[in-house]
């Protein structure tokens, strides 16, 4: 089960984010806070900045807070960053505060969708904000990407406006909004951004500000991976697939199992594989059960049928190449009027999600004169274990703005803000997730392809919060992720990693070509609860059961030196149905998964 290959070290075919040349202004070097004023800008010795950035939270300058990490990086390739964070948005004066920005602004709704973060479940307004000082409500406005969109266009019309984050991820093609209880169209099209950056968005990022700082129009740089905008014509020398030929629209038959052969799927139905019986000199029809077709679906591709006795598969159709190929999704007013093509046209971005063999995609707004595509460009390729501990590593103050400070110069008073203080303690160690959930997006943001962080990284990270943030005691809140047992595992060959088009390496059980070795996360966990001035380390990450029974000796460290002695689990464990729906484990794990917490737990007494 576990290759002897370490899969954080496969080498990506990108241009790594060290090997750019530094940006001029260098010279200024870090700011101890990126400027949110021009008074700041002053103490620095800035007559402007390169980059705005706007943003729906306060300012935390913290790893775990998104324009932090994009300030920061744009920070060490050389340009001056400043942030308006929460401005009133009734007039474009707040966002002229810092001046013009010389190359573009950075826009996001913050580390919620501003959606999310303004109503509850029954569409009532909050009375409070987590990533607000003092946990205020109503500092940042509905659709919050948009509103600063259109605003940053008003104060200042020829800056590039380029929009992330997760507001942008994931509304990145037409999309079901439930307050409006309606099919909105692409936020790239709302906004009128002239970029949209998707999922964890350094690397683009860095490419785009180099070339506009080379004063690329932006308008041209349309090749850049995780990137979105309305194409302004029909691209030269690239083929278009409809998307119907990648996904069949219709009633979603039960899952099939994805690691039986075609034989050990067709024998499950009564039949046998076509190809096989051909070879046996059978012959007979095919199974009626939704996944056959009396001819070829569009572009002539004849699909795998499952059949009694059999005939023979014509010969396979030549496919034009993958990186000149993009994907035709149905358009906005066909899926805001049929469900069935909604859900279709959401598979197939499912289904585009691996960097190693995603193609591009593209979705029509409007009709006639008014007529516009959005383009969607492949996800951005992960980020070695050297990029995110360059990454981690920036100079962060891995605290709250000082203007946020109560009258004692404190943040965990009066004018706290909740996000930080939950986070105060704790330490990312890795991104990604290839779980696959149905109810959950990491993997449209994130990615399906675990990145890690290096051990010297994550203890450096540990020492530095032990000495350098207030009120800490000795305790770590989390050593975590998206899930917190992800760190180091994922495929055990780049060659099967990159082509690869299962939604889930554990779904609906442990793909054989997935590494689940724990010992890199054990020696993590060892290592940083022996740090000097050290007490307790926690996980409060959550974790995946049929992944952690595969190692009885982290199920061992996690149980006795790191958890409070209870077992939280989510109420649907218990019932099969809601977690076949979900993907999510089987209550077989579960339930292994119980006897060794209390195993080990009646072994510490």
């Given at each position: ?6 899969v ?20 200024f ?7 949110t ?11 402007s ?43 474009s ?41 003092g ?24 800056v590039?406006i ?23 169209r ?22 785009v ?26 691209p ?42 051909s ?30 006795e ?10 034009p ?62 980020l ?37 203080e ?8 890795m ?11 990491i ?5 399906r ?28 809140s ?8 992800m ?17 889930s ?22 290592h ?14 959550g ?18 030196h ?9 109420p ?34």
């Open positions: 089960m576990n290759a002897p290959v370490d954080s070290f496969f080498p990506r075919a990108a241009k790594p984010l060290s090997s750019y040349k530094p940006y001029w202004a260098k010279r070097g870090a700011a101890p806070f990126l400027p004023s021009r008074a700041e800008m002053d103490a620095l010795g800035w007559d900045c390169d980059v705005v950035l706007v943003t729906g939270d306060a300012y935390v300058d913290h790893p775990s807070f998104g324009m932090a990490v994009i300030g920061r990086v744009l920070e060490s390739q050389g340009f001056r960053v400043g942030i308006i964070a929460q401005p009133d948005w009734q007039s004066e707040p966002f002229k505060a810092l001046g013009k920005p010389n190359l573009f602004w950075g826009v996001t709704a913050g580390n919620m969708d501003s959606m999310i973060n303004r109503y509850t479940a029954d569409r009532k307004i909050r009375s409070d904000d987590a990533y607000t000082p946990d205020v409500g109503g500092k940042r406005p509905d659709r919050a990407a948009i509103v600063y969109s259109q605003r940053c266009r008003e104060a200042y019309k020829d590039p380029v929009l992330g984050g997760i507001e942008g991820s994931l509304r990145r093609i037409a999309h079901y909004d439930y307050w409006s209880d309606k099919v909105r692409s936020i790239v099209v709302d906004s009128k951004c002239d970029l949209l950056l998707y999922g964890n968005a350094e690397r683009a990022l860095v490419e500000a180099h070339r506009l700082a080379r004063r690329e129009p932006v308008e041209e740089i349309t090749d850049v991976r995780g990137t979105a905008f309305v194409a302004r014509s029909a030269e020398d690239w083929f278009e697939l409809d998307s119907t030929e990648v996904d069949r629209p219709g009633r979603v038959e039960a899952h099939l199992n994805p690691y039986q052969t075609t034989s050990e799927q067709a024998a499950s139905r009564g039949g046998v594989c076509e190809a096989e019986a070879e046996k000199g059978g012959t007979g029809g095919p199974i009626s059960d939704g996944l056959t077709t009396d001819g070829p679906i569009k572009g002539g591709v004849q699909p795998i049928r499952f059949i009694r059999a005939g023979r598969v014509s010969a396979a159709v030549a496919r190449p993958r990186e000149r190929t993009v994907i035709r999704l149905p358009s906005y007013e066909q899926v805001k009027s049929d469900p069935v093509l909604y859900a279709h046209a959401n598979r197939v971005l499912h289904l585009e999600t691996n960097p190693g063999n995603a193609r591009a995609l593209v979705q029509a707004h409007g009709e006639g004169a008014t007529a516009r595509d959005v383009w969607i460009n492949p996800p951005p390729i992960p070695t274990t050297a990029e995110m501990d360059l990454v981690f590593d920036l100079p962060y103050a891995r605290s709250p703005h000082p203007r946020y400070a109560d009258a004692q110069g404190r943040h965990d008073g009066e004018t706290k803000i909740p996000a930080w939950m986070i105060r303690f704790s330490v990312n160690i991104r990604g997730c290839f779980g696959g959930c149905t109810f959950c997006s993997t449209e943001h994130e990615g392809i675990i990145q890690s962080r290096s051990e010297d990284s994550i203890v450096r990270e540990v020492e530095e919060m032990r000495d350098k943030v207030q009120g800490f005691t000795g305790v770590v989390d050593l975590g992720g998206p899930t917190a047992n760190y180091r595992l994922g495929c055990s060959s780049p060659a099967i990693e990159a082509a690869c088009r299962k939604p390496c554990v779904y609906p059980g442990i793909c054989q070509n997935l590494t689940t070795n724990h010992n890199p996360l054990i020696s993590i966990y060892k940083v609860r022996t740090l000097p001035g050290i007490k307790k380390v926690l996980i409060g990450s974790l995946r059961y049929d992944l952690a029974v595969k190692s009885p000796a982290y199920v061992k460290e996690l149980v006795q790191h958890v409070g002695g209870y077992l939280k689990i989510a649907e464990h218990t019932e099969e149905g809601p977690l076949s729906k979900m993907m999510k484990p089987g209550i077989g794990s579960y339930d292994r998964f119980k006897q060794l917490f209390e195993q080990f737990s009646e072994e510490a007494g």
